[in-house]
């Protein structure tokens, strides 16, 4: 079946424009993760949500993010009024949500943010 | 607060040489700890887990990974490695039993030599 797909799989974009990332989860996982892997940072975890519950968004780096999920399927980051340290691979991710901790989480390519 | 750590950034060995990851984990109660790929230009996909049981555990394309409660480790081995295993790897906790969200490790990249 397909997997997590991401668009679009590259943005280049001027410093203090808005951007949106798009996710779209495997079909029928009701938990769904974004993370952010940079050079300097590795891997940060950003938001994660989770069926109807209110989403976990200890990760956003600050407020100029933000995350909805529509529906309990597409999921849409935007970040605002971007900075040049935006830049990195946005990750999404999804899993059954079925057991919490021990999911097996299913990756997106990506998508690469270019801030200029 | 949770961490996971990867002392090693960078690995070279010989096609057909055994492998070991080292990852070290930060976590007071018993963790759930991931080891995935990233392949260049592919997304990351899971090669094991563990979270409760037998503390050897086996993945996918021949890997395994041993869970150490007293050194707070979960290394990754293989036997035997391929060319194809060049990659980045990254170790993972989940922090809570109530939330899937991944602590990352920095990550090793493996290099293979022929």
């Known amino acids: 079946g397909a997997g997590v797909s991401q668009s679009p799989s590259n943005k280049v974009t001027e410093k203090g424009k808005d951007v949106e990332l798009r996710c779209d989860p495997i079909s029928g996982h009701t938990a769904l993760y974004w993370y952010r892997q940079s050079l300097g940072q590795g891997l940060e975890f950003l938001i994660y949500f989770q069926g109807n519950s209110a989403p976990d968004k200890s990760g956003l780096p600050s407020d100029r993010f933000s995350a909805e999920r529509t529906g309990g399927s597409v999921s849409t980051l935007t970040i605002q009024r971007t900075q040049q340290e935006d830049s990195a691979v946005y990750l999404c991710a999804s899993s059954s949500g079925l057991a919490g901790g021990t999911d097996t989480q299913y990756f997106g390519p990506g998508t690469r943010l270019t801030v200029l | 607060a949770q961490s996971v750590t990867q002392p090693d950034i960078h690995i070279t060995v010989s096609e057909g040489a055994s492998l070991e990851l080292r990852c070290n984990y930060s976590?007071?109660?018993?963790?759930?700890l991931f080891w995935y790929v990233q392949s260049p230009g592919q997304g990351l996909q899971l090669l094991l887990k563990y979270f409760s049981g037998d503390t050897l555990v086996q993945g996918i394309k021949g890997f395994e990974a041993e869970f150490k409660r007293s050194q707070s480790s979960f290394n990754l081995r293989k036997p035997s490695v391929h060319w194809s295993d060049a990659a980045e790897y990254f170790c993972a906790v989940a922090p809570s039993s109530n939330t899937g969200k991944l602590i990352f490790g920095q990550g090793t990249t493996l290099q293979v030599k022929p």
């Open positions: 976590y007071g109660a018993t963790p759930y």
